[in-house]
């Protein structure tokens, strides 16, 4: 196992194909699916390790975000990958001035309600690319809009990077495996599969309903109300285009259903895929 | 001589030196001497000829921008490269949603005059970069501040191209090689090179002034006062940091005087450095 702190000591990858697995540490299976997944494609997979100040905005989790570096690098060796890129934040980042903005895509739900973020992800997502030189990059769908926004950026600016976006791993109550999830109290994590749960059943709900707009919005309310009175403070529910990330109402493709939602101070995201009818 | 249309032909550089000189064609001597300068660094020379509409603000000359692809595509071979990229707005540009930004050093002069035309080179610039993918790149520094704002992205963004910024070349009248000089009347193109003189005035008086910024502010109103009574209509002219471009009032390093200004319809720019004293 290499770790790398300096992007400058990355080699061209001399006929090895490569891929990246950006994460900001405290691994957990999902992170491990999205190694494995890296393996099979690549023959060298680089894990990078890298609590990204960009995305974080004022108040919220960018300090007490865990970090446990040896434990992630014995996780990421397991899990076959051959590189660990920890940078610090004074090497990698520095005082930049120039920013990615995707525009339209990262504008609603986690874009509204984390000013800055997406831009902070994109910058940081691009940086990684440009310093490890992946063939392929490989992400969670937990983080769905994420994904839409790092596609945006990849076939906008021409990057030479395959990407791989890899299904939301959950434990066995349904709860999407979140680094986050370590901040729930023992009875948040025991309220906390509702998340998925109402989400499963508004998709199956908004499937049987033949796309009627009235019984969609009906359904997403519904939903939304159900968590609340649960005990979830929820920022947004929502019938999404999962390339756009606008708002769906009459379906003419593939849409997701698309939560966020606080129990206590934890921040929770979650997202169910609704085939086309 | 390869003429390239889609940014998915290029293959990987196995082995060789790609060096990249990215033009809006309508090409002269100040963008022969940027090939011929790659070709001594690089194994193979690709001259993209793309008039970047993202770069264009309304009311700009984008409509009436000089396209005469086969005399470019003669000079090229002539110079030496040995690929041109001539892709179409549709297939490069298409509808974009990903922009890049370089803050603060692309928001003064040129950045406030020509809004959003900093971000359109910045996103183009990187679309070229990831789509070419050349270990070096070369620009004139004609265009000083897009010098300093692509300088700027590679560092943040971690670009793997190492920037090469070639001197201006000018005519026999000292008048700055550009595509848009064409443009100028015959009155006009007499005129044109009482700009670089004049530049190059302030420039030995600053030197001279020993740093006095009551001096320096003299000589830089006097110079545009001077370019207004002989006709032309001044944007600014100023005493910069060539890697900020912010105005400079006590030079602690070298300094450059830039100037944009109007003769008729066509708007010329130059620079001149200061070396520190």
Redesign the interface.
Known sequence: MRIIRK?AEFECNNGKVRGLVATMGALHEGHLTLIREAKMLCDEVVVSIFVNPLQFGPGEDFARYPRRESEDVALVESAGASVVFAPSVEDFV?L??????????SEHYEGAHRPGHFEGV??IV??LF??V?PQHAFFGLKDRQQCAVIG??V??????VGLHFVSTVRDADGLAMSSRNAYLSPAERALAPLLFKTLKQAAASISESQSSSTAVTEILSGAAISLAKAGFEVDYLDLVDPLRFEPVINAMSDTVIVVAAKLGRTRLIDNVDIPKQ
């Open positions: 992007a520095g930049p001035v120039t920013f990615i903005q995707a525009r339209g895509v994109a910058t691009a940086k440009n310093a030189r945006a950026m076939r906008d600016l021409n990057f030479p």
